[in-house]
């Protein structure tokens, strides 16, 4: 039995959209094994066919490999939620894609791994970080997947994770078609200092460079949450972002004092779920049993 464990991941980073994203160390884990008919357990019935996203990446690295398909038993065991903005659907796709590397000996490398997944995702912000661990910026140049992995310090998170979903089209939906070009120049900054300060450990201004002109404005809109915890966090000097598309919003500081206090005031205040986490220095791997 081939078993994978995919960590979540945060796409975007507030100020990184469609570019950053890094590693939560909360694992989903899939088991692969041989099997006289195709069978998937573990997600709801309408997941339970070929267009299940961890099936789509083992069968297109199949044809990357250019060996047969087998039939086989797929198990899934997660508590990620989908359509919250932790990469639900990229644990599946790299799942698929790990497993069927490993099923025929380990014929792939990581780089050639991200270029399927980029593939079946449309874009790198979630796989690769899902793939590689830590926080990665990635970008697409002239149809090949360019990535960096960035060091990052040891921060702590909490994932505030509202009862309802946001589909990505839905989230993209809202987004205007053009920004102004101040603002542009301005969130460049933002960017830079923010890849900085994971690297460095900058408490001091970490919090500061959490400022988004490109999409939070607009998807903030679509979680009635948003507001009140970003207000509040940004009174305590506490880096906070809409994780992915939403709903889930991620705080993280080195100064873990600082999120007790926001756990205590989502639970005062909000009553949504949250969970403690941290940046995953692991991406997805392969454990035989």
Request: proline share 5%; aromatic share 10%; net charge negative.
């Amino acid at each position: 039995m081939i078993c994978v464990k995919v960590p979540a991941t945060s796409a975007n980073c507030c100020v990184g959209f469609d570019t950053l994203g890094m590693a939560l160390d909360w694992f989903a884990t899939f088991y692969f094994e041989p099997n006289p008919e195709f069978v998937i357990e573990g997600c709801p019935d309408e997941f339970k066919n070929e267009d299940n996203l961890v099936i789509v990446g083992f069968k297109k690295t199949c044809d990357y490999m250019k060996v047969d398909m087998p039939t086989l038993k797929l198990k899934i065991d997660t508590d990620i939620p989908s359509s919250r903005g932790l990469g639900s659907s990229s644990t599946c796709i790299v799942a698929g894609i790990m497993a069927a590397d490993a099923w025929f000996h380990g014929q792939l490398n990581k780089m050639e791994m991200l270029k399927i997944a980029t593939e079946i995702e449309g874009h790198p912000d979630n796989v690769a970080p899902a793939i590689f661990g830590q926080a990665c910026t990635s970008f697409m140049d002239d149809g090949d997947v360019r990535m960096m992995m960035i060091p990052c310090q040891n921060f702590k998170g909490l994932a505030m994770i509202p009862d309802y979903p946001i589909q990505t089209s839905e989230a993209r939906k809202v987004l205007p078609q053009t920004i102004d070009y101040k603002d542009a120049v301005k969130q460049i900054g933002y960017a830079l200092s923010f890849v900085q300060c994971l690297s460095s450990g900058n408490e001091l201004i970490f919090p500061k460079t959490c400022h988004d002109f490109l999409h939070e404005p607009y998807r903030g809109k679509l979680i009635k949450e948003y507001a009140e915890i970003h207000d509040y966090c940004k009174s305590i000097d506490l880096a906070m972002w809409i994780s992915g598309s939403g709903s889930t919003m991620l705080a993280m500081s080195l100064d873990e004092k600082k999120l007790d206090m926001l756990q205590e005031w989502i639970v005062k205040y909000c009553g949504m779920s949250y969970k403690k986490v941290s940046i995953s220095t692991k991406g997805a791997y392969i454990e035989y049993e």
